[in-house]
């Protein structure tokens, strides 16, 4: 359903990703990982075109989303995007968040909007955290707001770039068991992560990206026991 | 020191109708120069070079030349400019107006430029386009930042707004002076001027605290 073929972004002279040829099937869940800087937010914010790759081309569901006469706003509005610090809009409540964009994006009604907002808002576990405003909600809470938030969207793919790094330990679990429902649903998620537990258990498949390359794609089970290239072996000892 | 107030409180009626007219001053040139700083300032965080340079250029040329020199030109000026003499009040509000959309457009910029990255990137990741994205997330924020230094301007704007006593609008600046001229004591009716601009000034920056506590409601 994704296709990337020869991506590369510089910023200047400095070049980020240096050729990335890789596919994500539907219903795929597939977990990238990698060191630091070595263009793993890059790779996910090409798909969504926060960031205009420099060449080469991204495929969603057959169209070609990096030829210039394609409507950006449109393939935003199709793929979801998580972030590390979650950007809930501080000044509307938990509801507005989720509502604001099937409005005034997809046209929905207000009584729409709401009524998917708050089976979302079930599904997150938070369904009476509804009308507060972000401030008053935890890390871990704040974050599954936001992946509804996203869902909200009906999004084709979701992106998810480090979603529990800035989360305190003990509300990593329940993000994590939120994207892992999320995953038994069937949809199509690209995850950046360094919860190589959850990546194991979770994904489909494992990007290790180091440098810019896409070093290693494999079935979880067979990259964290046999890596095949000495890069990943040297990553996986250090974090493990 | 003798202070006698007998001779100027019949004056009194006539010193405080001032307020009305500074008060119209200044909503007036506030309401312009609010809505002519949001233009401006999205001149100047803009992609498009020339509407940089266009605004940028604007803010020298009010912020670079002395106000009651803007007020005099504007005045003074327009039979040449316009073919026709517009009135004190019109000439007051406009320069004023003028004047203050520069200082308010870069207190804007700033507000603007201070809203977290993110919260650009999570609108525009949701297929926000950029003026939804600009009047319904960042402009909002941006505002809740600025409050303070908006409430500023317009005190600022509220004592400035005696020099309009220059070109004959009668403000209470001007009446305060003309009491004194005719009374021949200039102290105490100008004293009264001052008090009446300290309770103006007084109430904004309550009416300001007011609403900046409003806003924080979410935070
Ligand atoms: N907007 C940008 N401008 C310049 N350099 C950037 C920008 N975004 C990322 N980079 C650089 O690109 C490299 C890869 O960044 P990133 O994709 O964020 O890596 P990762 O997510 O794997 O840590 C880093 O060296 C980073 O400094
Ligand atoms: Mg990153």
């Given at each position: ?9 510089n ?84 509801l ?7 409005i ?137 | ?30 309401l ?46 327009s ?25 308010i ?32 997330i ?17 005190i ?17 600046m ?15 009716p ?30």
């Amino acid at each position: 359903m994704i296709k990337i073929d020869n991506l590369h972004k510089n910023f200047e002279k400095l070049e980020v990703l240096k050729g990335i040829n890789t596919g994500i099937k539907e219903g795929e869940v597939v977990a990238i990982i990698g060191p630091s800087g070595s263009g793993k937010s890059t790779l996910l914010r090409c798909i969504n075109l926060l960031e205009q790759p420099t060449e080469g081309s991204i495929w969603i569901n057959g169209e070609e989303i990096t030829s210039k006469k394609t409507n950006i706003l449109k393939v935003r509005a199709k793929v979801g995007m998580v972030f590390q610090h979650f950007h809930l809009f501080p000044h509307k409540t938990v509801l507005q968040n989720l509502t604001y964009a099937p409005i005034k994006v997809k046209g929905l009604t207000k009584k729409e909007a709401e009524g998917k907002g708050r089976d979302l808002l079930q599904r997150v576990g938070l369904a009476e955290k509804a009308d507060e405003y972000p401030s008053r909600l935890s890390g871990g809470q704040k974050q599954r707001v936001a992946i509804a938030r996203a869902l909200a969207m009906d999004p084709e793919v979701m992106l998810f770039d480090e979603p529990t790094s800035a989360l305190d330990p003990e509300m990593v679990k329940e993000v994590l068991e939120v994207m892992k429902s999320l995953a038994h649903t069937g949809m199509t998620m690209a995850i950046v992560t360094h919860e190589m537990g959850f990546a194991r258990e979770v994904a489909d498949r494992v990007l290790f990206l180091d440098g810019g390359q896409l070093v290693e794609d494999a079935k979880p089970s067979e990259f964290f026991s046999s890596p095949k290239t000495q890069r990943a072996k040297d990553f996986l000892e250090k974090i493990l | 020191m003798n202070l006698d107030f007998s001779r100027v409180t019949p004056s009194l009626p006539y010193i405080l109708e001032g307020i009305y007219i500074t008060l119209q001053v200044v909503a007036l040139a506030a309401l312009l120069g609010f809505a002519l700083g949001i233009i401006l300032s999205l001149f100047k965080i803009s992609s498009i070079k020339p509407l940089n340079w266009l605004a940028d250029f604007y803010t020298s040329i009010f912020r670079g030349t002395p106000l009651v020199l803007q007020l005099m030109l504007i005045y003074f000026g327009s039979p040449q400019v316009f073919g026709i003499q517009i009135e004190p009040f019109t000439a007051a509000f406009l320069s004023f107006g003028l004047n203050s959309a520069a200082y308010i457009s870069e207190i804007i910029r700033a507000g603007i430029l201070a809203v977290d990255k993110g919260q650009k990137e999570a609108a525009v990741a949701l297929g926000v386009p950029y003026r939804k994205m600009m009047t319904d997330i960042i402009l909002p924020q941006a505002m809740k930042n600025i409050l303070p230094a908006l409430m500023n301007e317009m005190i600022t704007l509220t004592k400035e707004s005696a020099v309009v006593t220059i070109i004959g609008l009668n403000d209470i600046m001007r009446r305060a002076y003309i009491v004194g001229g005719q009374s021949y004591r200039f102290f105490e009716p100008i004293l009264i001027a001052g008090l009446v601009y300290y309770v103006l000034v007084m109430i904004l920056t309550i009416a300001g605290k007011l609403v900046e506590r409003r806003m924080r409601r979410s935070d």
